[in-house]
C-alpha cells in the first residue's frame, strides 16, 4: 500500500514549456486535489476532483489544467510555464471529501520555472 | 534544501518535555480540523483530528485541544523526541471541498 505517489519528484523548466505531474492514490479514495506550496504561505488549492469524471477549480487554477484518468489517477499540467509557477506541488486524497475527513499527501513534486 | 518553511515560528524544546503549538482558525462554520506533520523535503503527514463536536481528543503522544469559542486549536507532544522537529500545521475544513491551511510553526527538538 503505497498511498499517495507523485512522479517526477524534481523538475526544471524554462518558461513556456510544458509539462504534467502524475499522481496515483491505492486507497480507493474518491476525492483529490492537487495544492501547491510556497514559502510563508499555507497550502493553496489548485484543482480539485470530488469523484471520477469531475473537476472544479480552486484557489489558484490559472495557468493549470487537470485531468481525473480514472478513480486512481490525478494529472495536473502545466501548458505554458511561468516562473511564479515555481513551487512545491502536493497531489493529496481522501475518501469523502467536503472537509469531511482527513487529506493524505504525496511526498511532492519541487518544480523551478527559469 | 527545503524552501518551504522560511520564516515560519520556531518553538524550541529540550527533548523529553512537552510541547505546544497553537493555531487560530479562521472560519467559525468549520467543524473538522486537522493536524498535520511535515519535515524538510517530505509531504505532509497527517497526526491527528478532532470534530467539533469535541473539545480534546488523545492520540499516541499526542493531544489535540479545541476551543470553538475562540477559535483555537492546540497540540500537545508529550515528551518530545528529536524525530519530532518538524513544521506542524492545522487545517479545518467545513463541508466544501476547500480545506483552509495554516502556514505552519517550527519545532526543533534540542538534545
Known amino acids: 500500500n503505497a498511498g499517495v505517489t507523485q512522479t517526477p519528484k524534481f523538475q526544471v523548466l524554462k518558461t513556456g514549456q510544458s509539462m504534467t505531474l502524475q499522481c496515483a492514490q491505492d486507497?480507493?479514495?474518491?476525492?483529490m486535489y492537487w495544492y501547491r506550496q510556497d514559502p510563508g504561505m499555507g497550502l493553496r488549492l489548485i484543482y480539485y476532483?470530488?469523484?471520477?469524471?469531475?473537476?472544479d477549480k480552486g484557489e489558484v487554477p490559472n495557468g493549470y489544467n487537470v485531468s481525473r484518468l480514472n478513480k486512481r489517477e490525478f494529472s495536473l499540467r502545466l501548458e505554458s510555464a511561468a516562473p511564479s509557477q515555481t513551487s512545491v506541488y502536493f497531489c493529496a486524497s481522501s475518501e469523502l471529501g467536503q472537509g469531511k475527513d482527513t487529506q493524505y499527501f504525496g511526498p511532492g513534486t519541487r518544480l523551478t520555472v527559469l | 534544501g527545503e524552501s518551504v518553511g522560511l520564516h515560519l515560528p520556531t518553538l524550541s524544546v529540550q527533548e523529553g518535555d512537552n510541547s505546544i503549538i497553537n493555531c487560530a482558525y479562521s472560519n467559525s462554520a468549520s467543524d473538522y480540523f486537522i493536524w498535520y506533520k511535515q519535515e524538510s523535503g517530505k509531504g505532509p503527514q497527517f497526526i491527528i483530528d478532532i470534530r467539533s463536536n469535541m473539545d480534546k481528543r488523545q492520540g499516541q503522544r499526542v493531544t489535540v485541544l479545541l476551543n470553538k469559542t475562540v477559535k483555537h486549536l492546540s497540540l500537545q507532544i508529550a515528551a518530545t523526541q528529536p524525530g519530532d522537529s518538524a513544521v506542524y500545521f492545522c487545517a479545518e475544513g467545513g463541508g466544501t471541498y476547500k480545506y483552509i491551511f495554516g502556514t505552519g510553526t517550527r519545532l526543533k527538538v534540542l538534545a
Open positions: 486507497m480507493n479514495h474518491n476525492s
Open positions: 476532483s470530488a469523484s471520477e469524471g469531475t473537476t
